[in-house]
């Protein structure tokens, strides 16, 4: 597809090409980090970054932080995304009950905090339904931002990634409004932005409860300078109903996120809207996407499906539909391990999950679709593997 292809129009009138967002998502006024020119492919064009400054693509974001080393959403795992080279850093965010935004990605915190061990929070534990199904633990929304800074953060997987509990309790849960100090002080220092993937969760569920998201991240974007189209910031949702809303607000860039096809948006299943992802990612239903949106971020099953014993199935059409419509694809997530990858790529006799698979080859399988970015937990090893590919 051309470069300049249109995507879908900014506030003031004007189109974003799907450069363009790549551009100012990925690196601001521009990373080069470890990335190379994108692989040629026939009838695709060559995507490496302009002189002016476009990142190369695939773009690496940093899931949760290098989250495959450290505690998730901590200072120390995005900290290490940037030592490791990754271009963008994904940044879940909840509420509190006295509506700041914290960096969790779920708002029960059992499993990724000491909470469950510190007996002056002993009488919050309680059983509520969020999107649906019933959840017992500890909830953000009951706890005050000073109150949920006393707890330290804990790997989420201790079982598959013993050595990450090293850092248990080490750094505490962060603010958003830390996180963007972090990054403005981090972006002078090194002399370019640090981009953030900022993902909206659970919007319905919490603006339900009083808690909307949308307006103090909507606040916080223009305090720090990340309201406008050409800002290193991308806001993602799984619910289309918060990105409009922040299409109101800002002009900072959209992403959409996909899961299982079968599966049904949370937003969607309130408004009775029948539709689930399927029919979310025809043609027909990109189209509408680009109208709010900019990028989609689709599990990666969404690009190569897998058969029933996990191996990798023919790949859909998705990639060139959407950059057909002039959306970007950003899919998620690439892990090292076993137990997250393909049962083409897993190395050993398959069984030992926490043994390090082939991430190589699965990098290799995905871009070789076409795919804009990738949400990783081990940047570095896509970020290697991308390089690999270019040459």
């Not at 991308?234 to 959209?254: C, G, K, N, V, Y």
């Not at 029933?308 to 391990?337: C, I, K, S």
Request: glycine share 10%; aromatic share 6%; charged share 25%.
């Amino acid at each position: 597809m051309p470069a300049d292809r249109p995507a879908a129009p900014d506030h003031d009138g004007t189109s974003l090409t799907r450069r363009t967002v790549l551009g100012a998502t990925a690196a601001g006024a521009g990373a080069t980090v470890l990335l190379g020119a994108a692989v040629a492919r026939a009838g695709r064009q060559d995507r490496s970054g302009s002189a002016a400054g476009d990142p190369p693509v695939p773009t690496v974001i940093a899931h949760r932080g290098a989250s495959g080393y450290r505690p998730e959403h901590t200072l120390g795992a995005y900290q290490l995304a940037l030592d490791l080279g990754a271009d963008a850093i994904e940044v879940d965010l909840v509420p509190t009950r006295d509506h700041q935004l914290v960096c969790r990605h779920e708002n029960e915190i059992s499993g990724t905090t000491d909470v469950a061990g510190r007996p002056e929070f002993a009488d919050r534990e309680t059983t509520g339904t969020v999107d649906g199904e019933k959840v017992t633990g500890w909830f953000t929304e009951d706890f005050t931002a000073a109150e949920l800074g006393t707890l330290g953060a804990v790997e989420r997987l201790p079982r598959r990634r013993p050595h990450n509990t090293l850092y248990n309790g080490y750094w505490p849960v962060p603010t958003l409004r830390e996180v963007l100090d972090w990054a403005a002080d981090r972006g002078r220092r090194r002399g370019r932005p640090v981009p953030l993937y900022l993902e909206i969760k659970h919007p319905s569920h919490f603006r339900a409860l009083g808690l909307d998201i949308e307006e103090p991240l909507t606040r916080l974007l223009h305090e720090y300078g990340l309201h406008r189209a050409d800002a290193p910031a991308t806001i993602q949702s799984f619910e289309a109903d918060s990105l409009r809303r922040m299409a109101e607000r800002t002009d900072t860039r959209r992403t959409l996120l996909l899961a299982g096809a079968a599966t049904r948006p949370h937003d969607l299943r309130l408004a009775g809207d029948p539709r689930t992802v399927a029919e979310l990612v025809t043609p027909e239903g990109l189209a509408e996407i680009a109208g709010y949106a900019h990028l989609i971020g689709p599990t990666l099953d969404l690009v190569i499906p897998r058969h029933a014993d996990d191996t990798l199935a023919a790949p859909t059409t998705l990639v060139a539909d959407a950059h057909a419509r002039g959306l970007a694809v950003h899919g998620y997530t690439l892990r090292n391990e076993n137990a997250y990858l393909p049962a083409d790529f897993r190395t050993g006799d398959g069984g030992d999950g926490s043994r390090y698979g082939d991430v190589f080859g699965a990098v290799r399988a995905y871009l070789g679709q076409g795919i804009d970015g990738l949400h990783a937990d081990h940047p570095d090893t896509v970020l290697l593997a991308a390089a690999d590919a270019r040459r």
